[in-house]
């Protein structure tokens, strides 16, 4: 059984930051990948940042380009998600997600509110 658990969301002003864990109860390095989601009210869940394991890829959202960076610990079994420069617009429930052998594992997400 895959566990993830997130922490490390908050409330915070506009231009400030945050940084998200997520800790997996299995070895990070036998997944596909492990990336951070979000979700605002009322709007779809969407992919914010991913990092793969083989060849350290990552992908990140044209909206935090340059403002978050997505990190892994793999003694830890963490991944983070370094977020600087927050907007307002980056305020939503944010979820660690993992790929691993086809199947998708999800943690129960962390709100982030960035005040103007």
């Known amino acids: 059984q895959v566990q993830l658990v997130e922490s490390g969301g908050g409330l915070v002003q506009a231009g400030g930051s945050l940084r998200l864990s997520c800790a997996a109860s299995?070895?990070?390095?036998?997944?596909?990948?492990m990336g951070w989601f979000r979700q605002a009210p009322g709007k779809e869940r969407v992919l914010v940042a991913r990092?793969?394991?083989?060849?350290?890829?990552?992908y990140y959202a044209e909206s935090v380009k340059g403002r978050f960076t997505i990190s892994r610990d793999n003694a830890k079994n963490t991944v983070y998600l370094q977020m600087n420069s927050l907007k307002p617009e980056d305020t939503a429930v944010y979820y660690c997600?993992?790929?691993?052998?086809?199947?998708?594992?999800w943690g129960q997400g962390t709100q982030v509110t960035v005040s103007s």
């Open positions: 990092i793969r394991w083989s060849g350290h890829g990552t």
């Open positions: 997600n993992m790929v691993a052998a086809g199947n998708d594992y």
């Open positions: 299995v070895r990070t390095f036998s997944s596909d990948a």
